[in-house]
């Protein structure tokens, strides 16, 4: 419950921040990407594929706050025996459910944006061993690149570095993301 009235606190504040500006855009989009364990957690975990969906508002021409719901799924790289001599691999789910901050710059014919996700990340496992379920504080600084399509839509690309704040060293991983924007003047 901290952790969601946290991240609701700092949502807010990012709203109530620019509650002086007139309304640019709305935009709401779809990705799909691979998230890459790194440190420790990455001699843990396979690479894995996931998507999101976001919704994004522009409270300036180049500032926009958002949310976003993400889901990766990976292979644990432990191998464990379930009977006999078959081996099976135990499955991850990463499941981020964050707010964001987006600040864009225009370059030539693309744009740019730098960003932060702050939020929880919700974290699930199976293997022939049992379930296993925790959630923990996150945040994700954001580089992407947007190319404007027809009719409203855009395509982009974006890096993410997710920093998860763990017990012990913080669980970090790369995210590599492609996708479509559409956008409602």
């Known amino acids: 419950m901290k952790k969601l009235i946290f991240t609701l606190?700092?949502?807010?504040?990012?709203?109530?921040?620019?509650q002086n500006a007139s309304a640019q855009k709305f935009q709401a989009g779809a990705s799909g990407g691979m998230i890459i364990p790194a440190g420790d957690w990455g001699?843990?975990?396979?690479?894995?594929?996931?998507?999101?969906?976001?919704?994004?508002?522009?409270?300036?021409?180049?500032?926009?706050?958002?949310v976003s719901l993400q889901s990766y799924?990976?292979?644990?790289?432990?191998?464990?025996?379930?009977?006999?001599?078959?081996?099976s691999k135990p499955k991850m789910t990463i499941n981020p459910?964050?707010?964001?901050?987006?600040?864009?710059?225009?370059?030539?014919g693309?744009?740019?944006?730098?960003g932060l996700d702050l939020g929880i990340y919700k974290f699930s496992a199976k293997s022939s061993m049992g379930n296993f379920s925790d959630s923990k504080n996150g945040l994700a600084p954001t580089f992407g690149l947007i190319f404007d399509l027809k009719n409203n839509f855009s395509a982009f690309g974006n890096a993410k570095y997710h920093y998860i704040l763990t017990e012990g060293d913080a669980t970090k991983a790369y995210g590599l993301n492609v996708g479509i924007i559409y956008t409602i003047k």
């Open 73 to 87: 799924s990976m292979s644990l790289k432990s191998s464990e025996k379930s009977g006999g001599s078959n081996k």
């Open 97 to 108: 459910a964050v707010a964001f901050v987006e600040y864009h710059f225009q370059l030539s």
């Open 9 to 18: 606190t700092v949502f807010t504040f990012l709203v109530f921040n620019f």
């Open 43 to 66: 001699d843990e975990a396979n690479n894995g594929m996931g998507g999101a969906i976001f919704g994004k508002y522009f409270v300036k021409d180049n500032i926009a706050v958002g």
């Open 110 to 114: 693309m744009s740019a944006y730098v």
